[in-house]
């Protein structure tokens, strides 16, 4: 910095005595015309005529800034995608509710597949319920969640079940933080012997929370 001042000062004390072009505002760069108007006062270079205008508009700054995608902070995703594979027959038949089985008999896994943006970030599997709602649950009543098919994927966390049909009012439940991913795919299963049924809607059931 101080380099550059001392240059500047040694460039004026050598121009001092020509007929100087220090302070002209009327040399203009390329593609700029020399105005000076009376009607708004304004002096300088501009690309077009500014003097029926407030002043010269801005040359660099566009005149219209693309707009934000407007987002919400954080944003929650109910009604994923549920499918229930049933044991013996081996089929897989979509359902909108949350409904495993477990017994010596038969076993009814899920999966659940949730859609996120692209620029979702720290994302989160939870589940809650409203104080209205229809859900049951048995005894042992925990649940094994997978990233991926309930059979092959990677365990990600549990989700106990047990007593909270009887508890009052809504509540909210956190399981496991995710990887966001476009497509993120879940699989839950019963630990033990044991049984769930819980209707789903846009405030009832699995979510995937996340934000942006
Ligand atoms: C739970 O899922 C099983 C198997 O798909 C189905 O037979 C049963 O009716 C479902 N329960 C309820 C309450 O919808």
Redesign the pocket.
């Known amino acids: 910095m101080h380099f550059h001042i001392l240059t500047l000062a040694a460039i004026l004390s050598l121009t001092t005595a020509l007929p100087t072009t220090t302070g002209d505002d009327t040399h203009c760069a390329p593609g700029t015309t020399f105005y000076h108007c009376k009607t708004n006062n304004f002096r300088g270079c501009c690309t077009i005529d500014p003097c029926a205008l407030p002043s010269c508009p801005s040359q660099t700054a566009p005149s219209i800034l693309p707009t934000p995608p407007t987002c919400p902070g954080t944003v929650q995703i109910y009604q994923p995608k549920t499918q229930?594979h049933?044991s013996g027959s081996g089929s897989t038949?979509s359902?909108p509710?949350f409904?495993l089985?477990k017994s010596p008999t038969r076993e009814?896994t899920q999966t659940i597949t949730f859609s996120v943006p692209k620029s979702a970030t720290e994302c989160a599997l939870r589940w809650s319920v409203p104080a209205k709602r229809t859900f049951q649950a048995g005894d042992n009543a925990v649940v094994h969640v997978s990233q991926g098919h309930p059979a092959t994927g990677r365990e990600i966390g549990t989700a106990d079940f047990t007593n909270w049909p009887g508890v009052d009012g809504p509540h909210k439940h956190s399981v496991a933080k995710v990887d966001c991913m476009p497509e993120m795919v879940f699989g839950l299963r019963l630990a033990a012997e044991s049984e769930i049924?819980l209707a789903q809607d846009g405030q009832t059931g699995w979510f995937v929370e996340y934000s942006c």
């Open positions: 229930t049933l038949i359902t509710n409904n089985t009814w049924f």
